[in-house]
């Protein structure tokens, strides 16, 4: 069996979210991308947030979970690309996130259901 | 002012062959806005992970998009490596690299061939096409595939290429600079291409940096930002200055694009004159538990992997963000304030690739 | 030999697809392989179509964009299904957004196996959708000349 590989996130509560990328992106850092993965944590299924963010090539991660439906701000005034995962996210997962700069209100993926990300 | 009019741009068109679709909004003749809408494409393969073993997704992961194949296949495996921490054999490193500055080639020179089409010159598109089918030929040669070569796999590549084939490819690319630089001459100093593309659909630095471009776009706008730099592969040991320019519109992408087919094929030779001997796979037992990001530089840019498996024959989650999905914003941005005859050479500028976006 | 396998025009769409069919649809048309020397022509139009080339599957998205161009073709006219996700979807068939090939929407004529498809096969499958066309056309003139013969016997069905 190979050993667990780990690789280095940052766990914030939703609350931090706002602040922590806003002193990120005056650091200089660039947004890589945001990316969201259904888990399941003792029975009890949960969204993970992941936002990746680049400098140097060097990569620093944040994590934030979050219950399925729940609510969460946007990054996107702070970084003008995040719009576009953040649309993703919602037509996915059905996450909804409050305050994106250009919302598309579930009209960015067409697909055949609604969040099919959290079909089992 | 005019009134406003919403045009919708696809899914079906002729410039494009893939379905984008856009809703346009012009005032007169001018663009004020761009509301892209996917979902054509959408085949949801991120959640095959679920159904394919891990070992045979390489073949799923090469099908997200039919360009860029190689260089998708390459990064999953290189992400399932990193977890399992495989050592790679030198040799394989290699050879992932000389096939990935091929189909690096090849998808530049299909997008000339586009974008020659986009602004309406038809025989230069011919042209492109034709010096393409030369690359397809050695990668044929090479890998037994045209589009989708199914050489990589986790721990290395499926085939060796012998000495005598590298030497032979080596001169045939060296053959096909002296034609290349007929097709590039074309582009960057024909008075009316220049007329076509000049000055259309600028993104500045600050623009660029701040909505989050990758790849030619970004460069073309003098940013020097490349992932070959994180030395994946056998970048390491290769020596390369990423090619930038300046001003940020249709034309300096395209000089962009034209200086990094010289520069491939420089690579290619720098690597097949430091090619080690000996295995190119290592077995691969197990599986894999853990989490990573992995980051390479496709044709079009950034793309980065991200893979997390709990120690199953099935990996949990698999998320790709491709470039063109990140290049959006720019485009858009691009988009407003242009004419609505420099659309289509606005969209081809970016590279766009629909069956990435859309996954 | 009629007018229309002299020179039938073709019109791509790309289902979802993952661009290896198109590029080598694209590269059928282009010096090497030039599909242009039996008379074909890429058109973005489909009312200038004679044959409809698809790649890819289908999913409720393009199903509606397909039948709609499907239906804006003129007669007579012939569809190709090309690559195996066009013909079952292929290693895509079992994606939760993907419906299978295109035969569940449009009549299907000819189906170009292959992932990607090559060129070649293609190519022979434009050339076989060309002798089906011809036939189509045939099977609408006798109709139309029985039509004009006998008019009450003009809900007479010909089978392709």
């Given at each position: 069996m190979a050993m667990e590989k780990r690789i280095e996130i940052f766990i914030l509560t939703v609350d931090e979210l706002v602040s922590r990328t806003r002193s990120l992106h005056d650091e200089g850092y660039r947004l890589v991308q945001i990316c969201c993965s259904k888990v399941d944590e003792s029975g009890k299924a949960v969204l993970e947030l992941d936002y990746t963010f680049d400098k140097h090539y060097n990569l620093y991660n944040i994590r934030i979970s979050i219950e399925e439906g729940a609510e969460i701000p946007s990054i996107s005034e702070i970084f003008g690309s995040a719009f576009v995962y953040e649309n993703e996210i919602h037509d996915l997962y059905g996450v909804s996130i409050q305050g994106i700069s250009i919302d598309y209100r579930g009209n960015f993926y067409k697909t055949a259901m609604p969040h099919p990300f959290t079909q089992d | 002012m005019g009134k406003q009019t919403i045009i919708p741009f696809g899914p079906q068109h002729p410039v494009l062959p893939e379905p984008l679709h856009l809703d346009l909004v012009l005032e007169d003749e001018r663009i004020v806005d761009a509301i892209p809408s996917i979902g054509?494409?959408?085949?949801?393969?991120?959640?095959l992970v679920s159904k394919k073993e891990y070992a045979e997704y390489v073949y799923v992961a090469e099908r997200i998009c039919g360009i860029c194949s190689f260089m998708h296949g390459l990064g999953y495996c290189q992400a399932v490596e990193e977890i399992m921490e495989i050592q790679v054999p030198e040799r394989a490193l290699f050879l992932r690299t000389i096939w990935a500055e091929l189909s690096r080639i090849h998808s530049h020179l299909m997008w000339f061939g586009l974008a020659a089409d986009a602004f309406g010159l038809e025989n230069l598109f011919m042209l492109s096409w034709r010096l393409r089918e030369s690359v397809l030929d050695i990668i044929e040669e090479t890998s037994?595939?045209?589009?989708?070569?199914?050489?990589?796999?986790?721990?290395?590549?499926?085939r060796d290429i012998s000495p005598e084939t590298l030497r032979d490819m080596c001169q045939k690319l060296e053959k096909l600079k002296g034609h290349m630089d007929r097709l590039t001459g074309v582009f960057l100093n024909d008075r009316s291409v220049g007329y076509r593309l000049k000055g259309i659909g600028v993104l500045t630095r600050e623009d660029a940096q701040r909505l989050g471009a990758v790849g030619p776009l970004l460069r073309a706008s003098g940013v020097d930002m490349d992932m070959r730099r994180l030395g994946y592969a056998a970048y390491e040991r290769l020596s390369f200055e990423p090619v930038t320019e300046n001003d940020g519109d249709c034309y300096a992408r395209c000089a962009v694009r034209a200086r990094e087919l010289y520069q491939s094929i420089d690579l290619i030779a720098q690597a097949v004159s430091m090619m080690p001997d000996g295995e190119v796979d290592t077995k691969v037992l197990g599986a894999p538990k853990g989490e990573c990001f992995m980051r390479l530089e496709q044709p079009r840019g950034e793309v980065l992997y991200y893979v997390r498996a709990d120690g199953t024959r099935y990996i949990e989650r698999f998320r790709v963000r491709t470039p063109t999905f990140t290049n959006i914003p720019s485009m858009i941005h691009c988009l407003k304030g242009c004419d609505f005859s420099d659309v289509p050479n606005v969209i081809l500028t970016i590279d766009p690739c629909i069956s990435c976006i859309e996954r | 030999m009629s007018f229309i396998a002299k020179s039938p025009w073709i019109l791509h769409y790309d289902g979802s697809s993952c661009n290896g069919c198109d590029i080598e649809t694209l590269a059928c048309l282009t010096?090497?392989?030039?599909?242009?020397?039996?008379g074909v022509i890429n058109t973005g139009n489909p009312k200038h179509a004679d044959i409809l080339i698809v790649t890819g599957s289908v999913n409720h998205q393009n199903r509606d964009v397909l039948l709609n161009i499907y239906n804006q073709m003129p007669d007579p006219k012939a569809v190709i299904a090309v690559g195996i996700c066009a013909i079952?979807?292929?290693?895509?068939?079992?994606?939760?957004?993907v419906l299978g090939g295109v035969d569940k929407v449009l009549p299907v004529d000819i189906y170009v196996p292959g992932c990607a498809a090559r060129p070649e096969a293609i190519i022979d499958g434009i050339v076989k959708a060309i002798g089906i066309l011809e036939m189509k056309h045939q099977n609408m003139r006798i109709k139309s000349k029985w039509r004009l013969r006998w008019p009450w016997k003009s809900e007479l069905k010909f089978s392709y």
């Open positions: - | 054509y494409v959408h085949r949801g393969l991120e959640l037994g595939g045209r589009v989708i070569f199914g050489a990589c796999k986790i721990g290395g590549v499926r | 010096p090497v392989y030039d599909i242009e020397r039996f079952t979807g292929g290693i895509f068939a079992e994606c939760y957004n």
